[in-house]
């Protein structure tokens, strides 16, 4: 026999557990003018810069207010393209009420070459308001470039580590302590740091976040669809124990309401997880001119398939 307290407390689960299901994680991405950010942006959701989904690049004219950007396959994570801190020409506390800090998870702070100091003073604003921040030190395919043309004995290794010493040291003589700086090209992910990024964001977000992080990093190495693989299992004992609550536990209006929406939810994670959002599906039944790998990413979805059985 259920007792009232039970119910009550089912009620509440259940409730927290839809919530959970629809907090939405947002990443604010910032740095000053031509740095990158909206490429490194454009990378992250795992579309290139001429998709029509793109946020623009390589244009004159600057972002001057946060332009949302949802991942396109999961809308539940947001990218947001800010405004460079030099071009609103305001202190670091003013930006950051003027961008609405409040409703972001976490900042990148971009830069192409030295962080400046507005860079620094606003990762010291963002860390006042409790707030987690990362350096990306991006463009790194240019710089190994001009070594491999310039140096005598190339040390691929040894260059990067002395860019991201470099950054480190001129942040810390601003004031910014024990900075975690990643290095990357935004051409080419899976390269250099852009993986320990990964794994120190996901580290360091609530678990209910964490899952939404996972699922949306591009599937740039094993482990990642690993980790994928393992938020979709770990999903189906949750979503399983879930569903048995709502139908022990007949609460007039939430279960059904509940239900349904768990199915979905469900549903729409495991298609978007395999890559078959809607506009995927549609491109493979208009696919008459392109080969089903164009479409699919075949390396991709088989890595996946493999991983999971
Ligand atoms: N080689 C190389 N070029 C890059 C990389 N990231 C961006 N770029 C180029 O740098 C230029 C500026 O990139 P954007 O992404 O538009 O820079 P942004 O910071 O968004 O610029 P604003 O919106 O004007 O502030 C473009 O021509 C990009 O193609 C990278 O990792 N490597
Ligand atoms: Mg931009």
Not at 4 to 18: G, P, Y
Not at 62 to 67: A, I, L, Q, S
Not at 106 to 130: C, N, P, T, W, Y
Request: glycine share 6%; proline share 5%.
């Amino acid at each position: 026999m259920m007792e009232n307290n039970d119910t009550d407390s089912a009620e509440s689960m259940i409730k927290k557990c839809l919530e959970d299901m629809n907090n939405p994680l947002h990443i604010a991405v910032t740095g000053r003018s031509g740095v990158g950010k909206s490429t490194f942006l454009n990378a992250f959701r795992g579309i290139d810069n001429k998709d029509e989904r793109a946020a623009p690049t390589g244009v004159v004219e600057t972002t001057m207010k946060p332009e949302p950007y949802p991942h396109p396959r999961h809308p539940n994570v947001t990218l947001w393209d800010l405004p460079g801190i030099g071009t609103t020409n305001c202190p670091a506390d003013q930006y950051l009420k003027y961008v609405e800090f409040e409703k972001f998870d976490l900042f990148i702070i971009v830069s192409a070459g030295h962080f400046r100091e507005h860079d620094a003073m606003l990762a010291q604003e963002i860390k006042k308001m409790g707030k987690k921040f990362y350096f990306v030190r991006s463009k790194i395919d240019q710089n190994l470039h001009h070594a491999q043309r310039s140096q005598r004995e190339y040390d691929e290794e040894k260059t990067l580590q002395e860019i991201r010493d470099n950054c480190i040291q001129g942040l810390e003589k601003q004031g910014v302590e024990s900075p975690q700086v990643f290095l990357l090209s935004s051409f080419d992910l899976h390269l250099y740091d852009f993986p320990a990024l990964q794994d120190t964001m996901e580290r360091e977000l609530p678990s209910h976040k964490r899952d939404f992080l996972i699922l949306v990093l591009p599937n740039i190495c094993k482990s990642t669809i690993h980790k994928k693989k393992e938020v979709f299992r770990s999903r189906i004992k949750y979503y399983a124990i879930l569903s048995a609550l709502v139908a022990a536990v007949p609460i007039p209006g939430l279960s059904i309401a509940a239900d349904s929406s768990i199915v979905a939810k469900v549903l729409q994670d495991y298609l978007n997880g395999l890559g078959l959002d809607e506009k995927s599906l549609e491109k493979i039944s208009n696919a008459t001119k392109g080969s089903f790998s164009d479409v699919m990413g075949r390396d991709e979805m088989s890595l996946f398939w493999k991983e999971c059985n």
